[in-house]
């Protein structure tokens, strides 16, 4: 499946401070690429078509599937808090 990374996206990865949380989200949004439903991935409720996956305690990868042209996007990348979850659509 081809894997497209928004802007918005790639500067919340690249906002990220901690290596080890950043190499452990980059990975899990390259894997998706390959599984786009991993075990433990969850449609967001309120959004349309939005699934997200845990990626340790803190973050999450938000992202949605186009099975039409074999294309997953990664929509965002936001630590887990009140505001993960806004400004998706």
Avoid: C
């Amino acid at each position: 499946m081809k894997l497209r990374i928004r802007r918005r996206a790639k500067k919340e990865l690249l906002d990220i401070d901690d290596n080890a949380a950043f190499f452990a989200v980059l990975k899990a949004a390259l894997d998706l690429g390959e599984n786009p439903r991993p075990r433990g991935y969850d449609k967001v409720e309120g959004s349309e078509g939005i699934y997200r996956v845990w990626v340790g305690r803190d973050w999450r990868v938000l992202y949605s599937i186009h099975a039409d042209r074999n294309e997953l996007t990664v929509e965002a990348v936001r630590k887990k808090d009140e505001a993960t979850y806004r400004q998706l659509d």
